[in-house]
């Protein structure tokens, strides 16, 4: 059936839904260290426990998901940059989004960002086509959280931000 929007009103009506921030990382070939800004993770199961996202024309998921293994970095309100620098190229210069950065290795090996609230490593357990996506399901091998205590990124409307808690 022909849609009766186009992708621009797509993305516009989506962007009222907000999302966390994950940057997934994980090691290439090279073990150099690769990461990418994800908005679709999501908890999938607690038993057995696996989680998701959903990655769109990647360079870095390939190189990422030849090792089978990634972390998600969950990223506080604090980490706007490196939101934007792992969903960008390489600027002034740098040749990997991770220049100048300090990280350290996660139980898997993958790499773990400083300032992130939480980390969950995974082995990955499928990855299936979902029209111009691929779901990526993973198995959560490892967990851990930080002694930040900022508030999670939230994207929302094109933008990023904090969560602001009103209720119960
Ligand atoms: C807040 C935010 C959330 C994003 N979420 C996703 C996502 O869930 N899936 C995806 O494929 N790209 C997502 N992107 C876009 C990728 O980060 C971007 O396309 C990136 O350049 C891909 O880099 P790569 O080619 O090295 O994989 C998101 C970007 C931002 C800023």
Redesign the pocket.
């Known amino acids: 059936m022909t849609a009766n929007f186009d992708s621009g009103r797509y993305r516009q009506v989506l962007g009222h839904l907000p999302?966390g921030?994950v940057i997934v990382t994980g090691l290439d070939t090279q073990a150099q260290p690769?990461?990418?800004?994800?908005?679709?993770?999501v908890s999938v199961s607690l038993d057995p426990p696996f989680v998701g996202?959903?990655?769109?024309?990647?360079?870095?998921?390939p190189?990422i998901s030849k090792g089978t293994l990634f972390c998600a970095n969950v990223l506080s309100d604090a980490q706007t940059e490196l939101?934007?620098r792992?969903?960008?190229?390489p600027v002034d210069g740098a040749t990997n989004?991770f220049d100048g950065l300090e990280w350290q290795k996660s139980a898997n090996g993958s790499p773990i960002l400083s300032g992130i609230l939480a980390s969950i490593d995974c082995t990955v357990e499928s990855v299936t086509q979902a029209g111009d996506?691929q779901f990526v399901l993973g198995r959560v091998t490892s967990l851990g959280t930080t002694d930040v205590t900022n508030d999670a990124?939230v994207?929302y409307k094109g933008k990023?931000g904090g969560v602001a808690i009103h209720g119960e």
């Open positions: 999302t921030v690769v990461g990418v800004t994800i908005g679709s993770f996202f959903f990655i769109g024309k990647s360079r870095s998921w190189d939101c934007w792992f969903a960008k190229d989004r996506h990124m994207f990023v």
